[in-house]
């Protein structure tokens, strides 16, 4: 692991020690984010597949409806029924925080009250296969809103675990073993400093006594 250019003071070691403390904290914190943010994925997942399947088997109910009221009535009779649609939907797009992820929310509201404003027609020439097509078409989609709702909220959450990931696994393989590095490569050398001054000092001590009484220190060790 390489060591950071920085100068071996004493100074830069407090700031390297202040910033390792940093630096492990917020390990500890984003690896405590990581490891929610999966916890709450996997549940969205699982509510996420579990809703998919039931849309899944809705839709097909829906399309055999659809097929059913296709076979008797014409295409054109077909057409002109669900040309002019009464009902509507609205949908109110909001966000929920969760662990710093802006996760969509859909809030869903009809136009009219009235139940019936789902059938675009009068019932005198179509048949029941329609509306029972439009019925299970109507249930569905309250689902489908949700399921889109679900998937969004898995790719944001999804993203976001592996930019945490990232960061986590850069600070324990790269920057905490780099800041420890170096705060041990400068205590080495302000330690070697330290010994070479006191090597110094002994000796100018030593030629001083020797200057002015001519003996040495050595003699008393």
């Known amino acids: 692991m390489a060591i950071m250019n920085v100068n071996p003071t004493r100074m830069q070691l407090s700031k390297l020690k202040k910033q390792l403390v940093t630096a492990v904290r917020g390990h500890k914190m984003l690896k405590d984010k990581r490891d929610e943010l999966m916890r709450q994925f996997l549940d969205l997942v699982k509510e996420t597949r579990e809703l998919r399947d039931k849309v899944e088997r809705e839709l097909n109910e829906c399309n055999s409806h659809f097929v059913n009221a296709s076979a ?28 710093s992820v802006e996760i969509p929310q859909f809030d869903t509201s009809n136009r009219t009250n009235d139940e ?3 059938f675009p027609y009068g019932f005198a020439f179509t048949s029941f296969e329609l509306d029972d097509a439009i019925m299970s078409l109507n249930d569905v989609l309250p689902d489908m809103i949700k399921l889109a ?13 592996e930019k945490t990931r990232r960061r986590v696994n850069s600070l324990e393989h790269v920057m905490i073993p780099r800041y420890q590095e170096t705060i041990k490569y400068i205590s080495m050398k302000l330690e070697e400093n330290d010994r070479s001054s006191r090597t110094r000092l002994m000796k100018v001590k030593d030629m001083l006594l020797d200057k002015a009484h001519h003996y040495s220190s050595k003699e008393y060790y």
């Open 72 to 99: 008797v009535m014409s295409k054109q009779a077909l057409d002109a029924s669900l040309m002019s649609p009464k009902q509507q939907i609205n949908i109110e797009i909001s966000a929920k925080n969760v662990m």
């Open 149 to 161: 709702q679900y998937e969004k909220s898995c790719e944001l959450m999804s993203a976001e675990i």
């Open 116 to 118: 019936g404003d789902i």
